[in-house]
């Protein structure tokens, strides 16, 4: 173990890239950015809009899913500063950047919703799932969208069709 660093009271989830490495922390709703080489603390905590439930790092930007309000929080990696929100179709379970897009699963509503990045916007309607979302990974050239109930893996085409691709 190369060094530890507290993070804050309730971290649940960390993202790295754009050269550093970026936890969110639910309790104390905030975004948290380190330096990778060597890792040491980069500023205070970013305070969020609501409570974050998943981050994502890509497309020149860090990207938090917050809940409460539903929407999606730009932040520029350097500066540590908020440079955009988009609303989001629904309540977020999860982000990642993949294919030139953000992707952010809307779990209550079986929906992913599409973000350009150049514009900070929705792109399009979002797509719809045969199933609520919980995970998502948009990486090897493939959108992977999970769910936990009812424990299924689907492959997402960007057109909006899903396959079935396996069972929990």
């Avoid at 379970?93 to 079986?110: F, K, N, Y």
């Avoid at 599409?114 to 309607?125: I, M, S």
Wanted: charged share 25%.
């Amino acid at each position: 173990m190369d060094r530890a660093l507290l993070v804050g009271p309730s971290p649940i989830a960390v993202a790295a890239g754009e050269g550093g490495v970026f936890v969110i922390d639910d309790e104390e709703r905030s975004l948290r950015r380190f330096d990778a080489s060597p890792l040491r603390r980069k500023g205070g905590p970013i305070r969020l809009p609501g409570r974050p439930v998943d981050v994502a790092v890509g497309a020149g930007a860090v990207w938090v899913a917050v809940s409460g309000p539903a929407v999606l929080v730009r932040v520029d990696a350097a500066t540590g500063r908020e440079t955009g929100r988009v609303k989001l179709s629904g309540s977020p379970s999860a982000v990642d950047v993949g294919r030139g897009t953000v992707w952010v699963a809307i779990s209550l509503r079986s929906l992913l919703d599409r973000v350009n990045p150049r514009t900070n916007a929705l792109a399009g309607r979002p797509l719809t799932l045969p199933f609520s979302p919980s995970v998502l990974s948009a990486r090897d050239l493939a959108l992977w969208v999970g769910s936990e109930f009812p424990q299924r893996l689907a492959r997402v085409r960007p057109s909006g069709t899903s396959r079935l691709a396996a069972r929990a």
